[in-house]
Structure formats: C-alpha cells, structure tokens
C-alpha cells in the first residue's frame, strides 16, 4: 500500500523541529549551465554526519558516572577481575581495570590484562567466512557439505530437509539443538575427534532453514570450513588474515601463548570462595568461544565494526568491506521480539542473529549490535550502536558474569547527556532543488513548475489542479506570506520534511522522490503544523 498523497493536515512530530545541520546545495561557478543543472539534480547524498560538535566531550563529561555504576556491579556480583571500556569514534576513549586477576598471588588486574571472551569470538569467524566468500572462495547458500566431506553423511529429521548451508551455520539455524553446556566443554576437542563426532551424526532439533537455535557446533563447523577452503589451520589463517593486519597482537585461541603474569584466571563463586576454573586449552572447538584478548585489543575490533558506518566513499581497508561488515551487523534470521512492562513505560525489543553477531532495536535505538560470552571462569560483553559511533565493552573473570544489564544502564547514562544521537541523514542535492520548488509552489502556483517537477504518478494520483486549490487554501488560511523557516529535516536521501511560516500559521511540507533520475516528486503532502505530535520514524516507542 502506498502512502496517501493527498494535501491534508500535518502532525508534526516534536523532534522534527529540534535544531539541525543543514546541507545547502552548493553555489559555486559552473563552467557551463548544464553542468550547474547536472549538479543541482543529483542523486547521490553526502555520508550522514553528527550534528553536535561538542558531542564526545558531553559523553567524556559521564564517564564518571559509568565508573561508579561498573565498580558497584562488580563488587555486589564479587567479580574477581574486571575491565571496561567505552569506544567513541573509533578510539578507546576511556578504559578501567579493577580487582584481582590471580587470587593466589593477589596480582592485580590493569588494562593490559588478558581476558577469556568465550562466544565473542564467534564473530571473529563470520568475518573469516565473508573473506573467503568476497574472494570468491566459498559461497554462502552452497551446501557445507561441499566444503566438509563429514556431513555429507548426516541423516536429515525429515525427508523434505533442505541440506545444510554455510548462511544455515553461521545465522544458527541449521536445525541444530542449543547447546551451551555441552559445548562449554568441547574447547579442547582435536580435530580428529571432531571429525569423528560429525560422521557419528548429529541430531535435529528443527528442520534446517526454518528456526533460529543457538548452536556452538555450527560454529566449529565453519570452522573446519575456513581450514578446507583457505588450506591452512584457523588459527593461522585469523592471526595472519585478521588479527595482525588489524594491530591486534595480544589476541590468541592459546591460553599457554599468554604470559602467565598478564592473564585474568577464571574463577566460579561456590560457597562464598572462589574457586579457580582450569583453563582448557584450544581444539577444533575454540572457534565457537577460545579466543583471549585485552581491552585495548577488543576495542580495536569494536572499531573495526563500527568503521562500516556511514557508507561512504574512500578507502576500506585490507582485512573486509565496509559493506561485508554492515552486512555481518543485519538482522539475518529474526529470534523474535519481546515487551516489558516498567513502572513508567512499555518497552519494546526485536531483533535476531546477523553473521556471528546479535542485532537488537529497541525504543531507544533503532539498531545495537552486540555479543556476549560465558564459560567456565569468564563472562564478557561487547555491545555497539552503528547509527551513534559509541560502543562499550566488559570483561570479567567470574563464570558467566551477567554484564548486560549493567552495560545496557551505561548507555541510559551517555544518553542522558544528550550527546548520544545518531548521525543525521543528508540529502542529494537533487532533494534540496526539489523542495526549492515545491516551495515556490506553494507560495505562488506555477503549471510550468508543478510539471517540471512532478513524477508521472503525483497528478495521477490527485489532479494538478484540486492540489492547486488545497495548497491555495491551506496557505491563505495561514495567512499567506509563507518561506521557508528552520531546519530541512531529511529522513533519507531522497525524502524530507520543512516548516513554511506564514503570516497567521505554519505549513508542514513533506516530499519524498522518485526512483528515476533525475529523482522528481513521487509524493507531495502539504499541511498545518498540528499541536498534537505524531511519532517520526525510528523515534522513540515508549509511552
């Protein structure tokens, strides 16, 4: 269903009028008219940009606040050793370490200690995967058992199953049943042993293709997966292809490759004491949730994912496309959505599984991306808002240590500040000639203008004249005398929304163009500014 295009009244949603950077067209001196026309009519907008530029100091300005939030959680939790960090803009713009990182020598954690990330690394093998993938290597609808010979052997739940595919094992769902438990304690497995488990069969929870199951064996499948197709060990293909050319040389899959006087022992809380957790060392399951790293190391990763955001022109680095990494960070399969009920609001959560990573909207922000990981001894958060630069890691030594909520009030407290805003989009310059126009429209109808501006549905859709004599009424009913007053507010590239003020009142001018180039207008909505505020896209949901 398309949206109605006929002139009506206009609820303005309150945030459509707070301030803002506006793009204007650029007026320098064309060599030619058409190149000026050329210019004036094109589609391709700049990267969407901050609008505040005092934004990183008012974040800077809540770091103590976080602090004091992260030091109660980790004493009330008795989180043996801990580390945290926060990432704005691709820099750690602010790291802690505090506790214990050995009991029995009472050595203390700082911010070069090496932490367990367990499940984190999982997305450290969706980007090896799209590696291989991008150059042609593997594909990801292909079935794995192209790939791993084992599975070909595999006995299907029904006869109507489609064969697994690598999309299948690195979304969690290839059928296969949870399996956090057991495959805590698979880290170490060799290689032989996995691949007599897989010719041994694995049973079917779901059918392939059709339900999202958390599954660490799908994950040691991809794996063996990079092994076969790259023809070398995964952990020689992640320290050369990935974790060297990104400067993270303190990250390993070995716990015995850590200097012992910087490592974080793992510890579980039994009987008020705590209890070391040996370490396992790496297996063929170490894919799924064996890699060690310190914060400094993990923020470079955060960085990394969230140098994919905005899109944009320039280089992109040697180890993935920006593309490949938005696409790692899109909801691939949907695990469902939730609402809970506080004491003051409803709030609301959807999201599912991207490539090795969870992707969430809530009704404050439209995307977080985020993974966590638990064993024995350790418990970890990485957790980004693309649309915002900021993201926040934790790292703790105590078995499964429950960050998310803790990580989740840190947010609540960098946006408090006000600072916490998405980048805005930016519109074409052909969006800025077209709402020039249809300005002029409104203040004086022309019929050469209207047509010149038009897309072939807009007089279909109503007649040129019955908008003639809405938009007529609608501005003499203000007053007349209407221009263009605050800023131009731009949903995307090719849509946005203006305030007109007028003698007695204001005009709310909504347009969105065309996928035609040049881009004319598809759709025209002309109205008064109303004092009840409907809800912009992506705005808040809580009420």
Same mark, same amino acid.
């Given at each position: ?6 002139? !009506? ?6 945030? =459509? ?6 793009? =204007? ?75 214990? !990182?050995?009991?029995?020598? *009472?050595?203390?954690?700082?911010? @070069? ?8 690394? +999982?997305?450290?093998?969706?980007? @090896? $995967? ?21 599975? +070909? ?10 064969? $697994? ?16 438990? %057991? ?18 069969? $694995? ?24 092994? *076969? ?5 995964? /952990? ?7 974790? *060297? ?7 390993? =899959? ?19 004491? %705590? ?18 790293? /310190? ?5 470079? %990763? ?44 409803? /709030? ?25 990981? #638990? ?15 900021? #993201? ?20 609540? $407290?960098?946006k408090r500040t006000g600072a916490l805003e998405p980048r805005e989009p930016q519109p074409a310059p052909v969006l800025e000639t077209r709402r020039a126009q249809v300005s002029r429209l409104v203040q004086q109808w022309s019929a050469p203008l209207a047509d010149s501006l038009a897309a072939m549905n807009l007089f279909r859709d109503e007649s040129a004249e019955r908008r003639q004599s809405q938009i007529a ?24 929304? %203006? ?14 163009? @065309? ?20 809800? @912009? ?7």
């Amino acid at each position: 269903m398309r949206p109605d295009t006929s002139v !009506r009244g206009f609820a303005a949603p309150k945030s =459509l009028w707070r301030p803002a950077c506006v793009l =204007l067209v650029a007026t320098g001196i064309a060599t030619h008219p058409l190149a000026a026309q050329s210019s004036a009519l094109s589609s391709i907008a700049p990267p969407a940009r901050f609008a505040d530029p005092d934004r990183a100091a008012k974040l800077r300005a809540a770091f103590p606040t976080v602090d004091s939030l992260m030091a109660a959680f980790a004493a009330q939790r008795r989180v043996p050793g801990f580390a945290y960090g926060i990432v704005i803009d691709g820099q750690l713009a602010h790291v802690v370490a505090g506790g214990i !990182r050995d009991t029995r020598s *009472n050595a203390r954690t700082d911010t @070069a200690t090496v932490f367990r990330i367990a499940s984190m690394s +999982k997305s450290f093998a969706a980007v @090896a $995967i799209l590696q291989l993938r991008d150059a042609g290597k593997l594909s990801l609808d292909e079935p794995a058992e192209r790939y791993v010979p084992e599975l +070909k052997s595999l006995r299907y739940a029904s006869a109507d199953a489609p064969r $697994i595919t690598v999309r299948h094992l690195m979304t969690h769902s290839a059928g296969f049943p949870e399996d956090n438990p %057991w495959g805590d304690q698979q880290l170490d497995a060799t290689e032989d042993a996995f691949s007599a488990m897989m010719r041994g069969g $694995i049973p079917f929870s779901t059918v392939p293709g059709t339900n999202y199951e958390y599954s660490n064996y799908g994950f040691a499948i991809l794996g063996r997966i990079v092994t *076969n197709v790259s023809g070398m060990p995964y /952990t020689r293909y992640l320290r050369e292809r990935i974790l *060297n050319p990104l400067g993270m040389r303190n990250t390993t =899959l070995e716990t015995r490759d850590v200097d012992p006087n910087r490592l974080a022992y793992g510890y579980r809380l039994q009987d008020d004491k %705590w209890l070391l957790e040996p370490p396992l060392p790496d297996g063929a399951f170490g894919v799924m949730g064996g890699m060690l790293t /310190t914060p400094a190391d993990l923020s470079r %990763w955060v960085a990394f994912m969230l140098d994919a955001w905005p899109a944009r022109d320039g280089a992109q680095g040697t180890v993935l496309s920006r593309s490949s990494r938005r696409e790692m960070q899109q909801i691939q399969r949907f695990s469902g959505a939730s609402a809970f009920a506080g004491a003051n609001a409803m /709030t609301l959560n959807a999201g599912g599984y991207g490539y090795g990573l969870r992707v969430n909207q809530n009704c404050d922000f439209r995307s977080a991306v985020s993974h966590t990981g #638990g064993l024995p001894g350790y418990g970890s958060i990485m957790k980004w808002l693309p649309e915002h630069g900021v #993201g926040i890691i934790a790292l703790g030594s105590l078995t499964y240590t429950p960050w998310t909520p803790t990580v989740d009030q840190a947010f609540e $407290i960098l946006k408090r500040t006000g600072a916490l805003e998405p980048r805005e989009p930016q519109p074409a310059p052909v969006l800025e000639t077209r709402r020039a126009q249809v300005s002029r429209l409104v203040q004086q109808w022309s019929a050469p203008l209207a047509d010149s501006l038009a897309a072939m549905n807009l007089f279909r859709d109503e007649s040129a004249e019955r908008r003639q004599s809405q938009i007529a009424a609608l501005r003499d009913a203000a007053g007349g005398e209407c221009r263009n007053e605050g800023p131009f507010i731009v949903e995307n590239a090719l849509r946005g929304v %203006w305030r007109m003020r007028c003698a007695r009142g204001d005009l709310a001018v909504r347009i969105t163009l @065309a996928p035609t180039e040049p881009a004319q207008v598809q759709f025209l909505s002309v109205g008064t500014v109303g004092r009840e505020m409907s809800l @912009a896209p992506g705005a808040v949901c809580r009420r």
